[in-house]
């Protein structure tokens, strides 16, 4: 190695680092600086190598230093280097090469505050997505920062011009847009800030907000500049946010929910087109106060929905309820109404807001599910009417048969043995009794399909009159019919029989043996049904304490011997196969009355 | 010892007959009435109840009736005279095996036996027991 001595030096006091190297990249002379900027001290005397300093050359360097030629342009060069201390510094190199000594001049600085800087506002360019731009007007050249060119979505070495940045803009509204308002920054200087389209180099639409200024000098624009955000995003949510209640809208339009808007303080109720739909009220014809919808309630439900309103308002309870109003048609709705009342900070209740929703074909799914119900209530009813005359009726008698065999085998009693078995066959019998009884109740219970007809109740009524004759000659009842002669009832034709012989014995057994038996039948053709009555003056019934059995299976209410007990429970199965009813007006000791009604089919004229 | 006094509630003759030919071929006793339902069995009881002396020691009452069932018959007792509940013992007997009826019968704690038809020797047996008992 090669130490030059130089005892004087020119540049050794310069306030900067800066050392100059011969074209083989030999120190020749330096500034004190120098050292001190790469925290070294100046060796006593002659010079360090460059790399010792500086550490590992750089290529442009490396190259100068391998070329037989001399450099004559100058470079321009930022280093990243790790100082001793392990410190991350930036640096620029600038060399200017000394033609004439063949000498060439390096010159340091310490650019790591800037370029933190920089790094700094580049990523939140990044961040936020701004880019920057400059249009110098007079040269016509055009910068764009990283950003700007990453939101265009061209190459780092895209070059614009003002033509083509301008034509990036979605033709049609987005680039007249623009280029009005470039047009007038540049003529008037006035600043522009616009949402725009633009369509990126690879073909993406994408919502920009491009903010512009122009530089005047003497009434002429000399620069434009200004920043350019991707709001895409956020405008696209916000567009679906648009879309969303768009949606909103519509579905409620579409629903029958009608919503309402009730001004307290001045008794303004305000109501949307749902509303109105809902009501069958033309808009022109409500008057817009509470009155006008208090008009359309149900009377029977007026009292209580104004009560509830009042109560919301009050703040005692929420607006949630179901009333019933009638349409301008007649058409009777079930409304369920909700609401919400707002108030000042006193408490002091200003405004009602609400929706309102049809629920009349809910209503009539849960009355229809409720019918279901009954009938499958009525039928277990029928069960356990069932379970209850296998238990008594069968049990009671086949156990009397069990003890009076089981005593005939055991011997007990011999004398008696005749008796027994007068005893058995009566057992028996009633067995054989029961047996046909529980037979026809299965039959109603399975035989809903056999079909219903017009019936004619006069003729009917003869026929079983004269089935039992023997018995009425032999008690002698004065019997009054008042039936007209063609009126008909839409059922069985067996069932209304059967009914109708049930009634007409019961009066016999029934009868106060005091008084002469009468017996009053009355027929009544109504619109929609038919009523036919039985009326005797017998023992009557208690209606209090056996109303709630007085259909059920072998119940009896006289003490009397025939009674069984089946007969009304067949009647009252036979009628509701029939869809009609049965119902009893009785007082103990009064007789009783029992009438039938049956509705007449609404499409089946007689 | 003196035969105990047996009242059998019932509203069918023939069980009423059958149960009194068992129950006097079993030894109980001979002295045995009928009552055909719940109100006829409540005057005489009601009616006895002055001269406690005269109760009978067994009711067995069935509880499907006409008139006046066995639930309403234990209804009136148990609001009526004490001597009743204290020196009668009262079998409900029925042809019911719902054990709607067996619940219903616990109750009345006045109420000594749950017996199903029909009436067997054993079940004869177990009452003379409990008679003598009691």
Same mark, same amino acid.
């Given at each position: ?195 725009? !389209? ?68 001045? /008794? ?203 018995? !009425? ?63 005797? /003056? ?69 | ?134």
């Amino acid at each position: 190695m090669k130490i030059n001595k130089q005892p004087l030096s020119t540049i050794q006091n310069l306030p900067f680092p800066i050392v100059l190297v011969d074209k083989h990249m030999h120190i020749k002379d330096c500034s004190d600086s120098f050292y001190e900027f790469f925290g070294m001290e100046r060796p006593k005397d002659g010079y360090l190598e460059l790399e010792t300093v500086i550490g590992e050359l750089q290529q442009s360097l490396l190259k100068i230093k391998k070329n037989k030629r001399f450099q004559k342009t100058q470079v321009n060069e930022f280093i990243t280097h790790i100082t001793r201390k392990n410190e991350l510094k930036w640096y620029k190199m600038v060399l200017n090469p000394s033609p004439e000594s063949a000498h060439y001049y390096i010159y340091f600085d310490d650019v790591t505050k800037k370029k933190i800087a920089l790094d700094l506002s580049l990523q939140a360019e990044k961040t936020a997505r701004i880019g920057s731009w400059e249009v110098d007007l007079v040269n016509n050249k055009i910068f764009w920062s990283e950003m700007t060119k990453e939101i265009h979505e061209v190459p780092a070495n895209f070059v614009p011009d003002l033509e083509t940045g301008i034509n990036f803009y979605k033709e049609g509204e987005h680039r007249d847009k623009i280029i009005e308002v470039v047009s007038e920054a540049i003529e008037n200087g006035s600043p522009y800030d616009v949402e725009l !389209i633009i369509v990126t180099a690879k073909g993406n639409e994408k919502w920009v907000r491009a903010i512009g200024k122009a530089e005047m000098i003497n009434g002429k624009a000399v620069r434009l500049f200004g920043v350019f955000k991707d709001i895409d995003k956020s405008k696209r949510s916000n567009d679906k946010i648009k879309v969303l209640t768009n949606r909103m809208r519509v579905a409620v339009e579409s629903s029958n929910i009608g919503i309402w808007d009730y001004d307290i303080v001045n /008794n303004i109720l305000v109501w949307d087109d749902n509303m109105y739909d809902l009501y069958q009220i033309d808009r022109n014809e409500f008057s817009g106060e509470v009155a006008a919808w208090e008009q359309t309630i149900h009377p029977e439900d007026k009292e209580k929905s104004l009560k509830e309103v009042e109560l919301a308002i009050e703040g005692k309870k929420e607006f949630n309820t179901e009333f019933r109003i009638i349409t301008a048609d007649g058409t009777i709705r079930h409304i369920h109404g909700r609401g919400k009342v707002f108030r000042d900070e006193n408490g002091t209740a200003l405004r009602m807001i609400g929706a309102n929703t049809d629920v009349s074909r809910i209503k009539k799914a849960d009355n229809r599910l409720r019918q279901l119900l009954s009938t499958t209530e009525k039928q277990n009813k029928s069960l356990l009417n069932f379970a209850h005359i296998v238990s008594h009726n069968l049990r009671s008698n086949s156990s009397n048969l069990s003890m009076l065999t089981g005593m005939l085998l055991d011997n007990i009693a011999p004398a008696k043995q005749q008796r027994f078995l007068e005893m058995i066959r009566i057992s028996s019998e009633r067995l054989d009794e029961t047996v046909v009884q529980l037979n026809e109740v299965i039959k109603i219970q399975t035989d809903h399909n056999q079909k219903s007809q017009w019936v004619s109740i006069k003729t009917t009524l003869d026929n079983v009159l004269e089935s039992i004759n023997a018995h !009425i000659d032999e008690i002698q009842p004065s019997i009054e019919i008042a039936v007209p002669k063609d009126l008909k009832v839409y059922g069985m034709s067996a069932y209304i029989s059967s009914i109708f012989l049930n009634l007409l014995t019961n009066s016999l057994k029934y009868r106060d043996p005091k008084k002469k038996l009468v017996i009053k039948i009355k027929a009544k053709g109504e619109i929609d049904q038919t009523v036919i009555s039985f009326q005797d /003056n017998g023992k009557g019934i208690n209606l209090e304490k056996h109303g709630s059995n007085l259909f059920g299976m072998y119940k009896t209410f006289h003490g009397n011997k025939d009674a069984k007990g089946v007969g009304l429970f067949i009647s009252k199965n036979q009628m509701d196969a029939m869809n009609a009813q049965i119902v009893t007006n009785s007082k103990e000791g009064h007789g009783a009355t029992f009438t039938l009604t049956f509705p007449n089919p609404k499409n089946n004229k007689q | 010892m003196t035969k105990p006094k047996v009242f059998v509630v019932d509203d069918d003759f023939v069980f009423r007959e059958v149960a009194e030919v068992l129950i006097k071929s079993s030894g109980l006793t001979d002295e045995i009435s009928h009552f055909e339902n719940g109100l006829q069995v409540y005057q005489e009881l009601v009616h006895l109840a002055e001269t406690p002396s005269k109760l009978p020691e067994l009711v067995l009452l069935d509880i499907n009736m006409p008139v006046m069932n066995g639930w309403e018959l234990l209804e009136e007792l148990k609001d009526g005279p004490a001597a009743i509940k204290m020196g009668v013992q009262i079998h409900i007997l029925t042809s019911s095996i719902a054990p709607e009826d067996l619940n219903l019968s616990k109750q009345y704690d006045f109420i000594k036996g749950y017996i199903t038809k029909p009436l067997t020797n054993a079940d004869l047996e177990k009452l003379s027991k409990e008679l003598n008992n009691g």
